[in-house]
């Protein structure tokens, strides 16, 4: 019954290579994020979506594209690997709350390696 | 200047004593504030939030938030050799997302 679950755990590749991480999550959340995290620890949002609908869309190389198919699940792809795409990469939901007091529930991470 | 500064530490402290991370942030208009906890190899995890100027107990953790100063900290006491992990500061500046500091590494000596 885990909350925010995403997979692989480990994601370790070629570079040029095309591949995909998936999430879910079980909380009735209507807003998921991909972070990345760099080896330095610093947490950098990438994406949110609420309902399905891109909300923030950092500066983020084209060859990443999220994909939402319905708000318990947001997916990453990312096109054409390079090594600066080693990073661990955290998926997140939150539920909508006024004032912007919403408190992220992370997923176990993705911990990508690009050879 | 970054939105949220942190020292990376590493913080040492004693078993026993009190550990004070501390988080200075640039954007006054940001209303909330978290700090997560994060073990190495881990997910951070939620521990303490804060909306309103002033102090927020829960257990051994004391949350400190000053808006005029643009500071909040975070206070733990009788700290553990388990509570040695990296914490982060994070806010909401409105962007529906929050803003994370690089984190302090704390380190509990038993």
């Known amino acids: 019954d885990t909350a925010v679950s995403q997979t692989p755990k480990y994601l370790v590749t070629q570079m040029g290579n095309d591949k995909s991480i998936k999430c879910e999550q079980n909380l009735g959340h209507d807003t998921m994020y991909w972070y990345k995290q760099d080896s330095k620890k610093f947490l950098k949002i990438m994406f949110s979506?609420?309902?399905?609908?891109?909300?923030i869309n950092e500066t983020v190389p084209n060859r990443f594209s999220p994909k939402s198919p319905d708000k318990a699940h947001l997916n990453l792809h990312i096109n054409s690997l390079e090594l600066g795409d080693s990073a661990v990469y955290f998926c997140?939901?939150?539920?909508?709350?006024?004032?912007?007091?919403?408190?992220?529930?992370f997923g176990s991470g993705t911990q990508l390696s690009v050879l | 200047q970054k939105e949220v500064e942190q020292n990376s530490g590493p913080l040492s402290v004693p078993e026993g004593a009190i550990a004070s991370l501390n988080c200075t942030y640039s954007d006054r208009g940001s209303q909330s504030f978290f700090w997560y906890r994060q073990y190495s190899g881990k997910s951070p995890e939620l521990i303490m939030f804060i909306y309103s100027n002033g102090d927020k107990e829960d257990g051994r953790f004391t949350a400190q938030l000053n808006k005029a100063s643009q500071y909040v900290s975070l206070l733990i006491r009788d700290s553990q050799p388990s509570d040695s992990a990296t914490y982060l500061c994070a806010l909401d500046t409105g962007r529906r997302a929050l803003t994370f500091g690089s984190g302090t590494r704390l380190q509990v000596q038993p």
């Open positions: 997140a939901s939150s539920q909508a709350r006024q004032g912007g007091r919403e408190k992220l529930f």
């Open positions: 979506y609420n309902n399905k609908e891109l909300i």
